[in-house]
């Protein structure tokens, strides 16, 4: 069984692989995600002047919606942990003209602020891909200033997230990949009921809430969906690196034949899901 260092290793080097095309694929996404940044920002209670921590940040987000928040006053630390990813990051924010955002490499289990450091903590799409989620969400809490508030996301059970499962089904057909353990990182590892819920208990939050929140992804055509899929969703990215050119050719056929089957070969909109959390400590 691999160690947690091992597991941040190999965590680091997937997603420091999609770095390039996550900055490539920015706008797209940026918009695709407009639903869930929106929450984020708003239930983490975001005003002018706070300081904020954005966790996870990839290519930017939702830290510089966040820094339009709390405005000039304000301060948004924008980070994640793959130097390739906080180097996209920072010529994105550089680009858009972003002032009051600053980029560190950042790993969610050692933070590395003192305590109750900043007003807000968000983190989309991040904490699931932690070797130990609790130690995350505890490190959330201890940076949190008294009162702050936090607004995270999670990915909710395979069945409501069709823009992963589309893929993952093809896969599991094609070239089935071991059995996952349950407990490593993952995008639906904290997706089972009551697995979220728990992970905030144990990082010592009492007063949140969970909420569902169904949005749609947007692509232009099912081979729009699997040009997009193998270049932005980094473990979808690295489970196709691994397969013989023949049998990913199959893959491919399998993954826009069963699109066009169920929406036909126009464009399509498929059903992702994250669990949003937001309370205060």
Known sequence: MATDEELKGQQKKIWGGAAADWEKWDDWFEEQQVPVTDWLCTNAGLKPGMQVLDLAAGTGQPGFTAAGRVGSTGRVV????????????????????ITN????????????????????????????????????AAEIARVLKPGGRFGLAVWDVPAQNAQFTSFTSAL???APPPPPNPSAPGLF?????????????????????????????????????????????????????????????????????????????????????????????
């Not at 980070?79 to 003209?97: C, H, I, N, W």
């Not at 270049?231 to 066009?260: D, M, N, Q, S």
């Open 78 to 97: 924008s980070s994640d942990f793959a130097p390739e990813m906080v180097a996209a990051a920072t010529r994105l924010s550089q680009r858009k003209g």
């Open 101 to 136: 955002v600053e980029h560190k490499e950042v790993d969610i289990e050692n933070i590395p602020f003192p305590d109750a450091s900043f007003d807000a903590v968000t983190c989309r799409f991040g904490l699931m891909f932690c070797p130990d989620p609790a130690r995350g």
């Open 172 to 174: 599991a057909e094609i």
């Open 189 to 281: 590892r904290l997706a089972a009921p009551g697995e979220f819920d728990s992970v905030l208990r144990a990082g010592g939050f009492v007063d949140f809430k969970i909420q569902s929140l169904a949005t749609e992804w947007e692509f232009s055509s099912p081979e729009n969906y699997w040009e997009i899929m193998t270049e932005l969703a980094a473990p979808l990215k690295a489970a196709a690196a691994t397969l013989p050119p023949e049998t990913l050719a199959r893959l491919r056929t399998a993954v826009i034949e069963g699109l066009r089957a169920r929406h036909g070969s126009g464009p399509l909109r498929l059903l992702a899901t994250p669990l949003c959390a937001t309370g205060q400590k």
